[in-house]
């Protein structure tokens, strides 16, 4: 078993197939225009599957894919069949705004996708605008109905809370969940990247959005452990599963079992890096996969992030926490 300096295992891979986005989420990427990353840089399909195949070898078991919005790159499935054909992944899913997932979630559950999480934090199709800036909702809800019919399951729902935006819809979107037969998960607002202004005065904690909750449902602990998963996880009406990010007032750092690897082929160990390590150039120098396995264990070996409890020391501290101190990757290139 792979591990870092805290004796972290290597289990979890989200791979960025793009950093391109049909939204422009005010949280997310709230900036009208982005200077994109070079299609020259961008890996290949045939690269992605090499280097999940190596981070498989070294232990990873579930892959997810994300972006920007993965569904904006062409002809997805390819990529989703040739991951889908790596024997030892236990789980292959993927995270999307939903707004393309209507005529891809057939094709996608074709090529071997076992589930995906569709990004909706409203359902009010004039807050919906406000926030993407640009998207529509209905064809989101579209896709979630489309993704149940092509076998997709569970279908989970991420809405990130942010105070003075939707908090006052997280009743309506577990109602929501329960008639979808969907699981929700409810994001605490992160200061991922500089560009989304994240202050704590927009922060909804996790005890709050249990207790909104709680006001109407009985919430009883789930039976599954967390693992490295970073939500603790409910049940409501002994159905669907709810559950809660929270990175920022009860750090996961210590449970993180996760790699990222962003479209232009950067190694990143930790959602709040300030930079990645460069993979891409091993992939296109013609190094063997044992030359590439070498990398991967050398930086996971040396990994010791753990930078949101250092985020919620600084701000139990006198000084505070001043988010604009440290550069951060954005959302775009990571893919959350």
């Known amino acids: 078993m792979l591990v870092d300096r805290l004796q972290r295992p290597l289990e979890d891979l989200r791979i960025s197939v793009?950093?391109?986005?049909?939204?422009?989420?005010?949280?997310?990427?709230?900036?009208?225009?982005?200077?994109?990353?070079?299609?020259?840089?961008?890996?290949?399909?045939?690269?992605?599957?090499?280097?999940?195949?190596?981070f498989a070898d070294l232990g990873v078991r579930k892959i997810r894919l994300t972006g920007g919005e993965p569904l904006v790159r062409v002809d997805l499935p390819r990529l989703v069949?040739?991951?889908?054909?790596?024997?030892?992944?236990?789980?292959?899913?993927?995270?999307?705004?939903?707004?393309?997932?209507?005529?891809?979630?057939?094709?996608?559950?074709?090529?071997?996708?076992?589930?995906?999480?569709?990004?909706?934090?409203?359902?009010?199709?004039?807050?919906?605008?406000?926030?993407?800036?640009?998207?529509?909702?209905?064809?989101?809800?579209?896709?979630?109905?489309?993704?149940?019919?092509?076998?997709?399951?569970?279908?989970?729902?991420?809405?990130?809370?942010?105070?003075?935006?939707?908090?006052?819809?997280?009743?309506?979107?577990?109602?929501?969940?329960?008639?979808?037969?969907?699981?929700?998960?409810?994001?605490?607002?992160?200061?991922?990247?500089?560009?989304?202004?994240?202050?704590?005065?927009?922060?909804?904690?996790?005890?709050?959005?249990?207790?909104?909750?709680?006001?109407?449902?009985?919430?009883?602990?789930?039976?599954?452990?967390r693992g490295g998963a970073p939500a603790v996880s409910y049940r409501v009406e002994g159905a669907v599963d709810i559950g809660v990010i929270a990175s920022v007032t009860e750090p996961f750092c210590g449970g993180c079992t996760r790699a990222r690897l962003t479209a232009d082929g950067k190694l990143v160990t930790c959602l709040f890096s300030d930079d990645g390590f460069d993979l891409r150039s091993l992939l296109r120098e013609s190094s063997d996969d044992a030359v590439l396995s070498a990398e991967i264990k050398r930086v996971w070996t040396n990994r010791q992030d753990r930078f949101s409890e250092h985020r919620l020391s600084a701000m139990d501290s006198s000084a505070g926490y001043q988010p604009a101190g440290r550069r951060k990757i954005e959302m775009i290139r990571l893919g959350g």
């Open 18 to 54: 793009t950093d391109r986005c049909n939204f422009r989420c005010t949280y997310c990427m709230p900036l009208a225009e982005y200077e994109w990353i070079h299609k020259s840089h961008i890996l290949t399909f045939e690269e992605v599957a090499r280097v999940a195949r190596v």
């Open 81 to 225: 069949a040739q991951l889908a054909a790596i024997d030892s992944l236990e789980d292959l899913c993927l995270t999307t705004n939903g707004a393309l997932l209507g005529e891809q979630a057939q094709p996608l559950a074709d090529a071997g996708l076992r589930r995906v999480t569709v990004s909706l934090d409203t359902l009010r199709p004039e807050r919906f605008r406000e926030i993407t800036q640009r998207g529509d909702l209905e064809p989101v809800i579209e896709g979630i109905a489309a993704a149940k019919r092509a076998g997709l399951d569970p279908i989970k729902i991420n809405a990130v809370i942010e105070r003075g935006v939707n908090e006052d819809e997280i009743l309506d979107l577990v109602d929501f969940a329960l008639r979808e037969s969907a699981d929700v998960r409810f994001i605490e607002f992160m200061d991922v990247g500089n560009a989304n202004h994240w202050n704590l005065s927009k922060l909804v904690p996790k005890k709050e959005i249990l207790d909104t909750i709680a006001t109407r449902y009985r919430l009883e602990p789930a039976t599954t452990e």
